[in-house]
């Protein structure tokens, strides 16, 4: 334990040291958004026949001092994600942005460190920094960046996970993002536009954005191995992440520490079916089906509690009880090269749809293709073309109608806002990525949704982007 402890404390100093150095005076330290899978691998790894070496010598000490931690049953790693995106054509303005996290995560196995069979504990936290391509440029509804939020240092995963019977079963307690394991495509996560993440409909029609980066909240999740082939999910978290009150809900959880417990309930279920249970990670075949309601109550999006047009009325909206939301997803593998189990082309799609009379969007549709190694000799590089369709719902349409009719302001939403995204990773060593992006936005806020160009109408955008991932 002492030589456990000393190790930890190792890696740790490293760390700190490694990012005030990289990013100058002042910088922050934070911590990771992407938890282990569902079903983690052994953290007990044999360590690689050759150590890695980095550009810089406190980097291969941190390395080597994490290996050993690894081998003891603890896992810490630390990332830095960099990235410019520029408005070349449309939207709010033109002009770049820069936009940055650094990401961090610890993952104990508590049977290696202390005996305690089948369990796992894990934490996370990140640090925010920069200004975003989506509220300084471009207006749009679903963010140009996964990593795009109000810029501050949060607390995100906290939990304790016990596994039975061989992990059939396996229960979660804590605080988490819905998306750590719900409603994912796994060849969605190539892409960088925030609705192959997180869809942008329940992003924007629960409170708070429900529990979304950067924004965890208190969950129970049960997950269910019934077959190889068959898995079956059940979550409940607490309904709204952020604190009652005016403006940016990321600013009223500004360090992530709310720990709320006292609002209404969100529920998820999904059903996973995987004909194909040895498939590579990277090129998997997946079905999945699933719900989710939330017990809040919604605003209307057109009448007020008399029926009345909200656009003419001084009253209150008319109030829903509940929401909720169907969906679908599919991860499917097309072609793999001959000889090379982790290299192919894979599609993806997922669609949702919920009541448009209390919801912003009731419709979401996404979808794209994955090419893992492109070239043969590049196994790890990965390019990918895809789209993502958020639906106006008729009520919501409807309300921008009549408020153009009563007050001569504004025009009528469009019917959807859609980006097309098309990314390029590439593996440049064993610890940096490069990823250059192109998006182009249409409908950039549906023509009108308040946003931080106001009401107007903007544009289509076109957007070029390029992200660095740092793995230390």
């Not at 997950?223 to 009652?244: E, H, K, Q, R």
């Not at 070239?375 to 590089?381: L, M, N, P, V």
Request: with cysteine; hydrophobic share 40%; glycine share 12%.
């Amino acid at each position: 334990m002492v030589s456990l402890r000393k190790h930890l404390c190792a890696v740790v100093a490293a760390g700190l040291v490694g990012v005030y150095c990289s990013a100058g005076e002042g910088a922050s330290f934070g911590l990771p958004i992407e938890p282990p899978a569902a079903t983690p691998a052994p953290t007990n790894e044999q360590p690689p026949a050759e150590p890695e070496t980095f550009p810089l010598d406190w980097l291969t000490a941190f390395h080597n001092e994490r290996q050993k931690l690894k081998d003891a049953g603890v896992t810490f790693s630390l990332h830095e994600r960099s990235e410019v995106f520029g408005d070349v054509a449309g939207g709010g303005r033109r002009g770049l942005s820069y936009n940055g996290l650094t990401i961090a995560k610890l993952d104990i196995d508590l049977d290696a460190t202390m005996g305690w069979s089948g369990a796992e504990f894990f934490t996370s936290a990140f640090d925010i920094h920069g200004h975003g391509p989506s509220r300084s440029l471009v207006g749009n509804q679903q963010l140009l960046s996964n990593i795009e939020a109000t810029p501050d240092l949060k607390l995100f995963d906290v939990w304790l996970e016990q596994r039975f019977f061989d992990k059939k079963l396996m229960l979660r307690l804590g605080q988490e993002g819905a998306n750590d394991e719900l409603m994912l495509t796994a060849y969605g996560g190539l892409f960088l536009n925030s609705s192959f993440g997180f869809p942008a409909l329940p992003a924007l029609d629960l409170p708070s954005g429900g529990p979304n980066y950067p924004l965890a909240t208190p969950f129970v999740r049960a997950l269910v191995s019934a077959t190889d082939n068959v898995t079956v999910v059940a979550a409940l978290f607490n309904g709204n992440p952020a604190p009652a009150g005016p403006g940016d809900p990321q600013s009223r959880d500004r360090n992530g520490l709310a720990f709320r417990l006292n609002d209404h309930v969100l529920g998820f279920g999904e059903l996973w079916y995987s004909p194909d249970t040895q498939a590579a990670a990277n090129l998997p075949t997946t079905y999945k089906l699933g719900a989710w309601y939330s017990t809040d109550n919604f605003a209307d999006q057109r009448l007020d509690a008399s029926g009345a047009p909200l656009a003419a009325s001084a009253g209150p909206a008319l109030r829903h009880r509940g929401d909720w939301a169907v969906y679908g997803i599919v991860d499917q593998k097309i072609w793999q090269r001959e000889g090379a189990n982790d290299q192919g082309i894979g599609v993806f799609v997922q669609a949702m749809g919920g009541p448009g009379d209390r919801n912003l969007s009731n419709f979401f549709i996404e979808g794209g293709v994955n090419w893992q190694a492109p070239f043969k000799e590049r196994g790890d590089d990965a390019f990918g073309i895809a789209f993502s369709y958020l639906g106006i719902s008729p009520a919501a349409r409807a309300f921008s109608a009549d408020l153009a009719a009563f007050t001569g302001v504004g025009s009528r939403y469009a019917s959807n806002e859609t980006v097309l995204e098309a990314t390029y990773l590439a593996t440049v060593t064993s610890w940096l990525t490069l990823q250059p992006d192109i998006q182009y936005v249409i409908n950039p806020g549906a023509n009108g949704i308040p946003g931080p160009f106001g009401t107007r109408a903007l544009p289509n955008a076109l957007v070029l982007g390029l992200r660095a991932t740092f793995r230390l």
